[in-house]
């Protein structure tokens, strides 16, 4: 599922392929994918969302800029907020190739199209006012864990109380970007049991969880920046490139423990029993 690294290379691809050029034209697919706030509802889809996307043709699109799991895409006075939601990513084709399955949007140039594709529907843009853009990506987050990242005191006091970590490293308002998958392996890396409250952690762990952060997410934005995004909840064979998420029963690749799951607030963590106490 998306986290910041997707939306990360997310802005790197639509720089790569769209930055500094009028796009000729915008298809609709899915009224619903234009949505009037930032919203994992497909009934706050905005009126006249055709129109809101063609009225941003005028001007080049230009290079994105990302804060936590979302991104603000600059289009001359007018911006698209994008968030991927639990599926979204962008992809690019020639106009004569096949559309890909779940297209919502896509923008036209020259040979190519841009495809916003979403299978969840979850995933959403939202046309902004340029000036308005900074505001809309930072509304209801903390900073940014990867340009912003905290360090061990800062971490310990944006996370502070009685949750478990894993829980409050998922908290947007207290840190933008990490979600399930990141906040199991940069656990792991830290030898921090997820199950833990925030007030039991010493100093030495918040230290070491602020350092590991930021180097999990670089990891994971330098291992996904050659090709396409393909989302392991996509089904089909899709190489696993982490350390714990999703290798449930299968061996610790720093002591052989079989890896464990246990629910939190309704969602799977993974984490090694053995390395993680
Ligand atoms: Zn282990």
New binding site residues.
């Given amino acids: 599922m998306p986290e910041l690294p997707e939306a990360e290379i997310a802005g790197r691809q639509l720089h790569r392929w769209l930055s500094g050029q009028p796009v000729e034209r915008v298809e609709l697919l899915d009224t619903a994918a234009v949505r009037r706030e930032l919203s994992t509802k497909p009934s706050m889809a905005a009126a006249k969302g055709r129109d809101l996307l063609n009225g941003l043709l005028g001007a080049a699109p230009e290079r994105p800029v990302r804060h936590g799991k979302r991104l603000g895409w600059p289009w001359g006075d007018k911006a698209l907020l994008v968030h991927l939601g639990m599926s979204g990513k962008f992809v690019q084709r020639r106009i004569d190739e096949e559309r890909p399955a779940f297209a919502r949007i896509g923008w036209f140039r020259g040979e190519h199209v841009v495809w916003f594709v979403d299978q969840r529907r979850f995933a959403c843009v939202v046309v902004v006012d340029r000036a308005d853009l900074d505001a809309g990506m930072r509304d209801g987050h903390g900073p940014d864990a990867l340009d912003e990242a905290l360090d061990g005191p800062g971490l310990k006091a944006a996370l502070k109380g009685k949750r478990a970590i894993k829980v409050a490293l998922m908290d947007q308002a207290k840190l933008a970007g990490i979600g399930n998958i990141q906040a199991a392996e940069a656990l792991?890396k830290a030898r921090i049991d997820p199950r833990t409250a925030c007030s039991a952690l010493t100093d030495r762990q918040w230290d070491e969880l602020a350092r590991v952060i930021p180097i999990q997410l670089q990891e994971v934005i330098d291992g996904e920046d050659a090709g396409e995004i393909v989302y392991m909840t996509e089904g089909g064979e899709v190489d696993n490139p982490f350390a714990v998420y999703k290798r449930e029963g299968e061996?610790?690749?720093?002591?052989?423990?079989p890896?464990a799951t246990i629910e939190q607030t309704g969602r799977t963590t993974y984490f090694?029993?053995?390395?993680?106490r």
Avoid at 272 to 276: A, L
């Fill in positions: 792991f061996e610790c690749p720093v002591c052989a423990t890896i090694c029993p053995q390395c993680q």
